[in-house]
């Protein structure tokens, strides 16, 4: 069955730090690929999405992610983390061949103390 | 309106009984999915619509879960003879298009906690 891992659970970061979250899928075929992010005490919202095209792609906020299709990837990133960017993110994956479910990660919380 | 509405924001209820969420997603929108969040386990999908109907019902933990879509727009996700490990976040979500092409926009989401 098709599945999304995120290995890092919790990551705790000081502000001008720079993050990496890891994303892997487990399909060889077309996805669409999205990172969401819960801040404390809203509800979800997108922060990028990758559909097709440059695999490098930039949300909101400052955050980029990068699809590398031979290694089922789609890894957030961002070169200096705020203290605001305190939330839990979530990678999430359309797969072709069962395109109206969106499958979720089990999130990483992030941690940015000033 | 102009986002997606969940009611109860919060659920407290005694194991056994049953309980209604309610989802009115955004307008115009024809899909909606309702995910449950728990504590270390990351958004588990439960079931899709797509205006009334359901194509995917797959993620539904038993047969005391049940929801429906009325008019192509509220839908109403049923927990029966609930226990104790129902308690959680269920999300709604809604968006312009069926599935891989759309964004999910999310609700607030109800907390139900079964004691």
């Known amino acids: 069955a098709q599945s999304v891992s995120q290995h890092n659970h919790h990551v705790i970061l000081s502000e001008a730090a720079s993050l990496e979250l890891g994303c892997n899928y487990s399909?060889?075929?077309?996805?669409?690929l999205f990172w969401y992010v819960q801040y404390p005490g809203q509800h979800l919202q997108l922060l990028l999405k990758y559909f097709s095209g440059d695999p490098l792609v930039k949300g909101i906020k400052g955050f980029e992610a990068e699809f590398i299709k031979s290694k089922f990837s789609f890894n957030l990133r961002k070169p200096s983390v705020q203290w605001s960017d305190t939330a839990e993110y979530f990678c999430?994956?359309?797969?072709?061949?069962?395109?109206?479910?969106?499958?979720f990660g089990t999130g990483t919380r992030l941690q940015v103390f000033p | 309106g102009a986002g997606v509405s969940q009611s109860p924001s919060n659920k407290v209820t005694e194991k056994g009984k049953d309980v209604e969420l309610r989802c009115d997603p955004i307008?115009?929108?024809?899909?909606l999915y309702w995910y449950r969040q728990s504590l270390g386990q990351g958004l588990e999908f439960l079931i899709y619509?797509?205006?009334?109907?359901?194509?995917?019902k797959s993620g539904l933990p038993s047969d005391r879960f049940s929801a429906e879509r009325t008019g192509g727009s509220v839908s109403t996700l049923t927990i029966q003879r609930t226990q104790q490990e129902d308690s959680a976040v269920y999300l709604c979500?809604?968006?312009?298009?069926?599935?891989?092409?759309?964004?999910?926009?999310f609700g607030e989401g109800s907390r139900l906690t079964v004691l």
């Open positions: 999430a994956v359309f797969f072709s061949y069962n395109t109206d479910k969106l499958i």
């Open positions: 979500a809604s968006s312009r298009t069926s599935g891989a092409a759309g964004e999910l926009f």
């Open positions: 399909y060889g075929g077309t996805v669409n």
């Open positions: 619509f797509q205006g009334n109907s359901a194509p995917d």
């Open positions: 307008s115009g929108h024809t899909a």
